[in-house]
């Protein structure tokens, strides 16, 4: 497991702010108090906002539903696994067969999890926060977000390139 880092957080943010430089574009990035979350002053297109001190549960978008929603589907998902492999091989526990769940199945479960999200919860999510463009969400072109949230994952590549 990799957690987040000062680090790979500043690594992440320079190589980031590299890509913008060639698109031409700003972006604002709102962040929690986290320590792995350090101020880096030296970004050209990405301005740092950290949010207020105990504000994460009531500010992020992510912590006002997104993730729960997450979590439900990956565990749903998870659970059909055992309960199949269980179905499949009765003298078998269901402790023992989660042990056997590896790193990448665990990917793989939480990419399933997240195309099940739907897009109308992370708008409803980021209007709660007061983040929405849109009034309503019925407002919100939906096809597009969907296309955006599901599509905005790392490629294999991608991946390997930021995180070796």
Known sequence: MVLMTGFLFKDWLYK???????QVRHVLL?????TAHPAV?????????????NTTSLLQPMDMGVIKNFKGHYRLRLNDRIIASLDANPDEKAIDISKKITPLNALYLARDAWKELKPST????????????CATEEEADMDDF??????SALSREEFEELYG
């Open 16 to 22: 980031w702010d590299n890509k913008l430089k060639i």
């Open 30 to 34: 709102l962040v929690d108090n986290c």
């Open 41 to 53: 002053d030296d970004l050209q297109m990405i301005t740092l906002k950290f949010l207020p001190p």
């Open 122 to 133: 992370i708008v409803n999510c980021y209007s709660k926060a007061g983040l929405s463009a």
């Open 146 to 151: 969907h296309d955006v949230a599901i599509n």
